[in-house]
């Protein structure tokens, strides 16, 4: 069982570089999430989705865009990477509103 | 706004029970969920609540009061492998789910 599978792992960025997260999940979830976490500070919804063709914005969006071209594909772009996007990033998805999220083991960020 | 607020760090010793708090202020209430995390891992979902009361799975336990806007995890017989930090989420309605920081806990032997 696949479930939320997030690539790359661990990524190195110069400051003003671009680089595109991807996500894909095999649960045939509507809903799917890109979270970041940083020290003291929890999870933090950046972007999100309710379904194939559509996104929306969460709590800390600016400095990223997403797609959702595919049911099964959730992807979060950084256009000019900064210092401050230096951060663990975790996907996620869910059959609906309100039920149990799953996570994705994360990939960690740093911009240097 | 909307916020959730937890303690950041508990200990305890093995075998012993602990109880982590969640107190939120939200524009909406749905149900409040409890995820595990241990370092350099994935949340897991743990528990959800969305009526007043105690859910139990296994060792660990979930109670909410919705009119205290205030919920909590018990971990009974507490074991070292549950070293790992412990975040609350709302559902204020709509499609997203508000965490807190997350409460780290130390089990000692």
């Known amino acids: 069982n696949a479930g939320v599978t997030q690539t790359p792992k661990f990524r190195v960025l110069k400051t003003g570089q671009s680089m595109t997260l991807l996500c894909a999940q095999d649960m045939n979830h509507e809903y799917m999430y890109w979270y970041r976490q940083d020290p003291g500070m929890g999870l933090r919804l950046i972007h999100y989705?309710?379904?194939?063709?559509?996104?929306a914005k969460g709590e800390v969006p600016d400095g990223y865009n997403v797609s959702r071209l595919k049911k099964q594909n959730f992807l979060l772009g950084l256009e000019s990477a900064a210092p401050s996007q230096t951060s663990v990033y975790f996907c996620?998805?869910?059959?609906?509103?309100?039920?149990?999220?799953?996570f994705g083991e994360g990939s960690w960020l740093t911009v240097v | 706004g909307q916020s959730l607020e937890q303690p950041s760090e508990v200990t305890a010793v093995e075998g012993a029970i602990v109880q982590i708090n969640c107190t939120y202020q939200t524009s909406g209430f749905y149900g409040l969920s409890w995820y595990q995390q241990h370092d350099g891992g994935a949340p897991t979902f743990l528990s959800y609540n969305a009526l007043d009361g105690l859910e139990e799975t296994g060792r660990f336990s979930s109670f909410l009061s919705r009119s205290d806007s205030y919920g909590y995890l018990l971990l009974q017989e507490l074991q070292m492998k549950d070293s790992a930090s412990y975040f609350c989420?709302?559902?204020?309605?709509?499609?997203?789910?508000?965490f807190g920081a997350g409460t780290r806990l130390f089990v000692k032997a």
């Open positions: 989705s309710v379904g194939e063709g559509t996104t």
């Open positions: 996620a998805s869910s059959p609906g509103s309100g039920n149990t999220i799953y």
């Open positions: 989420a709302v559902n204020p309605g709509g499609f997203k789910t508000i």
